[in-house]
């Protein structure tokens, strides 16, 4: 089995840009990308072309070199099926479908809540999750089209994948959402330690991305709606109305 090198580059102010790539090869694959001289230099880096291009949803911080791009390379494009604002996809893909670029398979989960035309991408063979702005460390995306319900269920399915799944998300947000987690739960010493590791990271311009799903599921609190400590918080055993506060209480922070 291949397992593919992945490199995380920075895009405009706190977007990243991920190039799938296996070992000696001189075709990748570039997800979400927005930045189309950041998108040149990995691509020159590492001495090869991009021959797809991953479209997680339509907002412009995740689209905007795809023109570009795919009038340099003849890039294929990958999309959602049903979201008409992507550029558009030259390979249409469907929630749970496994397709194959390059000897690596991907499956498409739908998350709608950020957009409700959010997808993400899953690499069984190796674990590796690209989550666009559904999941990020120790966060998760503004409700800006789906609700709390969506949002909850999307967040659900990804809590299922295996725990030692590693996670590429679109942005390097951590440090704000650490803080407003140990604001809600600032007993969690899981959460205390991770926000150590973020701070050291921080204070050294390194990133905070890739995660893992394991430490995810001990300190984000998006993913633990249906964890006591936060229904009495916030006064409500169903993890949907936990989800609603708790978001709103992010978005107003």
């Known amino acids: 089995m291949l397992k593919p090198n992945i490199y ?23 997800v979400d990308p927005s930045d189309l001289k950041m998108c040149l230099k990995i691509l020159e880096l590492n001495d090869c072309k991009a021959t797809h291009i991953l479209l997680t949803h339509h907002h412009d911080d995740h689209i905007a070199a795809v023109q570009d791009l795919k009038n340099k390379f003849q890039s294929i ?65 503004r409700m800006f089209e789906g609700t709390p319900e969506v949002f909850w269920k999307s967040l659900s399915k990804i809590k299922q994948l295996p725990e030692e799944t590693t996670i590429y998300c679109g942005h390097e947000y951590t440090l704000s959402n650490v803080k407003f987690a140990l604001s809600i739960y600032p007993d969690n010493q899981d959460l205390q330690k991770y926000a150590h590791w973020v701070e050291q990271q921080e204070k050294e311009h390194r990133p905070t991305i890739p995660t893992k799903l394991v430490d995810q599921i001990k300190c984000n609190p998006f993913l633990q709606c249906d964890h006591e400590h936060f229904q009495k918080l916030y006064k409500s055993t169903d993890p949907i109305e936990v989800f609603g506060q708790m978001r709103k209480a992010k978005d107003n922070f």
């Open 8 to 30: 995380l580059f920075p895009q405009l102010d706190d977007n990243y840009g991920y190039l799938i790539k296996n070992p000696h090869a001189t075709e990748g694959i570039l």
């Open 77 to 141: 494009v990958v999309g959602y099926e049903n979201d008409k604002n992507i550029p558009q996809p030259d390979l249409k893909v469907k929630d749970e479908e496994i397709f194959e670029i390059h000897q690596n398979k991907f499956k498409v989960i739908h998350t709608p809540g950020h957009t409700l035309q959010h997808i993400n991408y899953f690499m069984p063979d190796c674990n590796i999750l690209f989550s666009g702005d559904t999941l990020f460390s120790i966060g998760c995306g």
